[in-house]
Antibody, heavy 118, light 107 residues
Framework: QVQLQESGPGLVKPSETLSLTCTVS????????WSWIRQPPGKGLEWIGY???????NYNPSLKSRVTISVDTSKNQFSLKLSSVTAADTAVYYC????????????WGQGTLVTVSS | DIQMTQSPSSLSASVGDRVTITCQAS??????LNWYQQKPGKAPKLLIY???NLETGVPSRFSGSGSGTDFTFTISSLQPEDIATYYC?????????FGQGTKLEIK
């Protein structure tokens, strides 16, 4: 069973870079699409972007200038970097993998809360 | 961006009730629509893909229908464990976008 686990700092200062890693277990990262999705406290879901294992990416235009998603197949991990953060970037950040037979996000990490505050 | 509008925003129903949630897209998205269930403090779970297909392992009381701009999600007989917030999501165009969510409560 594929499992995903987010890791990274829970507190980031304004104007700094948020960095998160998603570690994949129970399966290889060398296939499928992998995504980051976030959810501000008490609010809805926002797609940040995705990466294919080959390294090709697509980002939400609203965040594109600040986002980088990368993959490390040797470590079975993929990562998110979001620069110049503000309080509006405070959210639970989820990593996810596309479903086995569907174009939906079928496997999710438990989520990690990142707070932007000085 | 394609806007996804869910209705209602919240819903209270009794165990055994038939529950229906609608999702309207701001433009034609064919059947490129998914439905997710999110329980408090948990990650979303994919229930329905391509508007009407049940994800493996999901109970058959859940169903979806629609195409183009208008979609419906139905729980045929509400169970206590179905208490959650439900989201639709389109993937026809980037960026992928979600509805604002429908919070389902037990009456």
């Amino acid at each position: 069973q594929v499992q995903l686990q987010e890791s990274g700092p829970g507190l980031v200062k304004p104007s700094e870079t948020l960095s998160l890693t998603c570690t994949v277990s129970g399966g290889s990262i060398s296939s499928y699409y992998w995504s980051w999705i976030r959810q501000p406290p008490g609010k809805g879901l926002e797609w940040i972007g995705y990466i294919y294992y080959s390294g090709s990416t697509n980002y939400n235009p609203s965040l594109k200038s600040r986002v980088t998603i990368s993959v490390d197949t040797s470590k079975n991990q993929f990562s998110l970097k979001l620069s110049s953060v503000t309080a509006a970037d405070t959210a639970v950040y989820y990593c996810a993998r596309e479903a086995d037979t569907a174009m939906g996000w079928g496997y999710w990490g438990q989520g990690t809360l990142v707070t932007v505050s000085s | 961006d394609i806007q996804m509008t869910q209705s209602p925003s919240s819903l209270s129903a009794s165990v055994g009730d038939r529950v229906t949630i609608t999702c309207q897209a701001s433009q034609d998205i064919s059947n490129y629509l998914n439905w997710y269930q999110q329980k408090p403090g948990k990650a979303p779970k994919l229930l329905i893909y391509d508007a009407s297909n049940l994800e493996t392992g999901v109970p058959s009381r859940f169903s979806g229908s629609g195409s183009g701009t208008d979609f419906t999600f139905t729980i045929s007989s509400l169970q206590p464990e179905d208490i959650a917030t439900y989201y639709c999501q389109q993937y026809d165009n980037l960026p992928q976008t979600f509805g604002q969510g429908t919070k389902l409560e037990i009456k």
